[in-house]
């Protein structure tokens, strides 16, 4: 490249320069370097700017060498060769960065006027013979002046690849983009450019555009959207920033078929009164998008929909379903106030049997209510655990003092969850160990906690991301078949003979129920005879 | 006792709730005229057509009936300046408190869930007696 701008050998060869050359260089080595430090200082040349990081020393060196190496050439007769060099050496000065052509002809101008005046200010050290001088002087402008143009046809061409780059760049960009883009000029709606994704998912080509004539624009835009799209150019016509607008809208393919668009618009050209003359705008298509969030609406609306649904089952288990089997205990109850002596005592045992299950009946039915209840409430804080312990074994006050039960417990940390929900867990937990002691012992209970690791999340299936604090509950109790260990947490589901030990069966679930309101999880492990382990896992 | 003017207001849409209703009070001596009522629009109907001094001295009021409900009645006598001051006791299956919710901001004076023993439903009725029917200082 560097070479095509080397200009034309030249005919004669010059006598003085080179020794000149030599002369300067003998002699005036360092007052030739003073003098162009000197003068670039004068005449604050652009270029300067990229060597502000140095001292004026440094500059100085640097200067001293870059002098030696011109004279010496020049000395030599390698006139071209100090061109080609001085070159090489600007465009690795960065001479270029200065974008604009006449910025760069300025610094060349700037840079050879300094080495003109440097060379021309020492000649009377030289030759004081007028003739001399004058051959002197015109051996050096002819030099300077071909390193000049030389210099600039170098950096024209350097610039005129660049913007070749640029343009190429230019065209090339809105084909790669995943946008429609387009340009409509504004004073006649014609269309001014499209790019080929216009074509791959409309349809549409410039010319079916502009067959459409001057309301292009309101034959594409859905019909529903044209209030919106002319409302966001109109804003884009008034904005003095040219700020980009965005908006949804649906645009007509070839086939009469609507896709959902998100348009970027703004103004790109505008005439000298600030009238806008260009639209240039892109388009995604979100038409997936848009039919999954539809579609997701949709869902919503089915899950409220199946919620209220639920909602309202609730409420029917908890009046209707209960309003007949409340007639029946009270009924049975009266039959039994009232006319228990006419019974014998077979009668007595049925009504009393009609009574217990109709009591029976109605506690599960409210168990399904609490089941059901339990999700609603879901406003997690922090909470120190050992507070909330503490609430959950003053409820139990009275059966453990009946049973004379010892419970031990480490310290807990606090951690963020659902305070009253895990109080209940933390009751039934209790509650089911109290509950299963053996017979003629003492009901003991240990609880500890303990943050787990990555391996044991993993072994208990658990996301590996987040951090876990396992709470142990250990008894003493009758323990169960392991076998058993995930039949514990089913609703209404029992180890046990009711009579053997009361309750529906409902505790277990609830903790189930609150385990997976906090994301966690329950476990238990037994072993007949020798008491269980109940294991609550909360992400902290 | 038994020829007081003051009566009681059962209104219920389901008929053995209403005659245990009235069998708890009297369990108890507590005679009074019971008038036994089977939905929202035949309670105010009654209200609307009794004089002004011939007001019922309680109305226990069943939440879940046909047609005008509970609620609806139970809205239309606090907020007329004719009846609110009559006591109303709301007496449901319902627990939930949401109904419970509903009942006191409309302006019920008791919110019970109707119990599940006829003893229990005794001791009940004493307790609203006590609290809201008014004996004559004869008595």
């Known amino acids: 490249m560097q070479s095509s701008a080397i200009t034309k050998k030249t005919k004669t060869q010059p006598k003085h320069l080179p020794r000149y050359a030599g002369f300067l260089l003998e002699h005036m080595l360092d007052a030739f370097t003073r003098k162009q430090l000197e003068l670039c200082f004068e005449q604050e040349i652009p270029l300067m700017k990229h060597f502000s990081f140095m001292t004026e020393n440094e500059l100085f060196n640097l200067l001293h060498l870059r002098s030696i190496e011109t004279l010496t050439l020049l000395f030599q007769g390698k006139n071209e060769a100090q061109i080609q060099q001085s070159i090489k050496r600007w465009v690795s000065d960065k001479l270029d960065t200065e974008s604009r052509y006449s910025n760069i002809t300025d610094n060349i101008t700037s840079l050879c006027f300094i080495q003109k005046q440097a060379f021309i200010h020492f000649i009377p050290n030289y030759k004081q013979d007028p003739k001399d001088i004058i051959s002197v002087i015109s051996e050096i402008n002819e030099h300077i002046f071909k390193l000049e143009s030389a210099a600039i046809k170098t950096f024209s061409i350097l610039l005129e690849n660049r913007l070749t780059q640029q343009t190429q760049l230019g065209e090339k960009f809105p084909e790669v983009l995943p946008f429609m883009v387009f340009a409509f000029d504004l004073t006649e709606y014609k269309p001014l450019y499209f790019n080929k994704k216009v074509t791959e998912l409309l349809g549409h080509t410039k010319e079916t555009i502009e067959a459409m004539g001057s309301d292009a624009i309101v034959r594409l835009i859905h019909p529903d959207d044209l209030a919106s799209f002319i409302d966001h150019t109109n804003k884009s016509f008034s904005s003095i920033e040219d700020e980009i607008q965005v908006l949804e809208c649906r645009i007509k393919d070839i086939e009469e078929q609507y896709h959902w668009t998100q348009c970027f618009i703004t103004i790109s050209k505008r005439d000298e009164n600030q009238k806008a ?28 929909q199946s919620n209220a649904n639920l909602e309202e089952f609730a409420y029917i288990a908890s009046h209707d379903l209960k309003e007949p089997l409340r007639k029946i205990s009270a009924f049975a109850d009266r039959l039994l106030e009232r006319h228990k002596d006419n019974l014998n005592d077979e009668g007595k045992i049925f009504l009393d049997k009609i009574v217990t299950s109709s009591m029976r009946m109605q506690a599960m039915i409210t168990d399904l209510l609490t089941i059901s209840r339990i999700s609603s409430n879901k406003t997690f804080e922090e909470c120190n655990l050992n507070n909330v312990l503490k609430e959950s074994l003053k409820t139990l006050e009275l059966i453990i003092e009946k049973k004379k039960a010892r419970i031990e417990c480490d310290p807990l940390p606090s951690i963020r969850v659902i305070s009253a929900q895990v109080q209940q867990l933390f009751r039934h937990i209790l509650d089911n160990s109290l509950k299963f002691c053996k017979q003629g012992m003492a009901p003991e209970i240990k609880i500890s906690s303990r943050y787990i690791g990555d391996k044991e999340a993993l072994e208990l299936n658990l996301s590996s991301s987040k951090k876990y604090l396992r709470i142990d509950f250990t008894d003493n109790g009758i323990g169960f078949e392991n076998q058993f260990a995930g039949k514990i947490f089913t ?12 309750g529906t069966g409902i505790g ?4 189930k129920k609150v385990m997976d309101n906090h994301e966690g999880m ?3 492990q037994g072993k007949p005879g020798e008491g269980c382990i109940f ?6 | 006792m038994n020829n007081s003017s003051h009566s009681v207001l059962i209104v219920d849409d389901d008929e053995d709730d209403r005659e245990s209703l009235r069998d708890a009070f009297l369990e108890n001596q507590h005679h009074q005229n019971y008038i036994f009522i089977e939905n929202g629009t035949e309670l105010i109907d009654f209200l609307d057509k009794n004089q002004k001094n011939k007001h019922p001295s309680l109305i226990l009021l069943d939440l879940n009936m046909p047609g005008k409900d509970g609620r609806d009645a139970l809205k239309e006598i606090k907020s007329n300046k004719r009846f609110y001051h009559i006591p109303v006791v709301v007496l449901t299956t319902s627990t939930s408190l949401r109904d419970m919710q509903i009942s006191y901001s409309l302006g019920a004076n008791c919110f019970i869930t109707k119990p599940n023993t006829y003893s229990k439903l005794v001791d009940i009725t004493n307790c609203i007696a006590k609290l809201w029917l008014v004996y004559p200082p004869s008595a």
């Open chain 1, 277 to 304: 003359l260009h639209l240039l705008g892109a388009a995604l298509d979100i038409t997936r998008q848009k039919e999954m969030e539809n579609d997701l609406k949709y869902k919503t609306f089915l899950l409220q």
């Open chain 1, 491 to 502: 609703i209404f589901q029992r180890l046990h003979g009711k009579n053997e030990y009361p």
């Open chain 1, 508 to 511: 277990l679930t609830i903790c």
């Open chain 1, 535 to 540: 294991s609550v896992i909360f992400p902290v």
């Open chain 1, 522 to 524: 329950i476990c238990a």
